[in-house]
Structures are given as structure tokens and as C-alpha cells.
């Protein structure tokens, strides 16, 4: 990875750790669009980024079919929004599981970390786009009044940036 791309990986970790819930979308059999919200457990240092989950929900099996996925999450408290993209793929890799297991993943899975149905999402991250407004939301409010006002678009709302990997 380039000395750019292990920067801009750095950046997007720092943005999400903190927003453990993303919607994770994927494309189903028909062509259409269908979101699910997800913990995600860790952005590593490859790249991927890393959930739970039972290999019987439906759009698991479609992942072979459909592998390109987007996973959103936001702040909207802290006005951060961050849409990733990547390709997925389903594991069943025992250290993986051991290093990422936490009693509150338990909760989801009858057998714990012996569940037959336990698996992980692994998804390689090719691009991230992010919005992150820094100023307060009263200087947020003012500049968008202040463009109602003279029909201007708002300025320094925040940072917009786009990121490939």
C-alpha cells in the first residue's frame, strides 16, 4: 500500500471508529438495492473492513453473486457522514473470529463462537467518500439561512473528500 493510501486509510479509521453501526448494502438476485444496518468490528490495517454474521440470512448467499457492496455510516450528532465501498466476501477464518469475538457479538449467536452458523463478512475497501462539518450547528444554521436568503450556495460547511484504496 502506498505511503498516500496508508495515510488516507488512517484518516477514514480515525472518522469511523467511533460510529460502530453502518447500513450495509447489498445488490439482491432482482438488481435491487437492499441495506441492513451492521456492526461493524474493525477497519484493520489491510483495509477491510470486518463484520458478524449468519451465513442463513438471505443476503449473504447473494454475496457470490453480487460482491460489490457500500456500507454508510453517520454521526449525525458530530455532522459526519461516510459511505464505503468494497468488495465482500464470506469466511469462516477461526483467528479472525477469536480476535474480533466480544461477549456482546455472543448475544447474537446461540452457540457462541461454536454456532455452525457463525461467519464473518470481510470487506476488501477500494474507495470512501466522507462529509465532516467541523463548525457548530449555529454557524451551520446561519450559513444555510444566509444562503436561502441571497440564493448562494453555503460555504466552508465542512470537508468533503474522496478516497480510493
Given at each position: 500500500m502506498s505511503q498516500e493510501a496508508s495515510t488516507q486509510l488512517k484518516d477514514l479509521k480515525e472518522k469511523i471508529k467511533d460510529v460502530k453501526f453502518g447500513m450495509f448494502t447489498t445488490l439482491d438476485p432482482?438488481?435491487?438495492?437492499?441495506?441492513?444496518?451492521?456492526?461493524?468490528?474493525?477497519?484493520?490495517?489491510?483495509?477491510?473492513?470486518?463484520?458478524?454474521?449468519?451465513?442463513?440470512?438471505?443476503?449473504?448467499?447473494?454475496?457470490?453473486?453480487h460482491p460489490n457492496v457500500n456500507v454508510a455510516f453517520s454521526d449525525p450528532d458530530d455532522s459526519l457522514y461516510v459511505s464505503v465501498a468494497g468488495h465482500a466476501e464470506l469466511t469462516r477464518d477461526r483467528a479472525k473470529i477469536d480476535?474480533?469475538?466480544?461477549?456482546?457479538?455472543?448475544?447474537?449467536?446461540?452457540?457462541?463462537?461454536?454456532?455452525?452458523?457463525?461467519?464473518?463478512?470481510?470487506?476488501?475497501?477500494?474507495?470512501?467518500e466522507y462529509w465532516d462539518t467541523h463548525s457548530s450547528k449555529m454557524t451551520q444554521l446561519y450559513a444555510l439561512a444566509k444562503s436561502a436568503l441571497t440564493g448562494k450556495a453555503p460555504r466552508d460547511l465542512g470537508e468533503h473528500k474522496k478516497i480510493t484504496l
Open positions: 432482482d438488481g435491487k438495492l437492499s441495506s441492513r444496518p451492521m456492526t461493524s468490528q474493525q477497519l484493520d490495517d489491510d483495509g477491510n473492513l470486518w463484520f458478524f454474521t449468519s451465513d442463513v440470512t438471505d443476503f449473504v448467499r447473494h454475496l457470490n453473486e480476535e474480533l469475538w466480544s461477549p456482546l457479538v455472543s448475544a447474537w449467536f446461540d452457540g457462541g463462537k461454536d454456532d455452525p452458523h457463525l461467519a464473518l463478512i470481510k470487506v476488501d475497501v477500494s474507495s470512501a
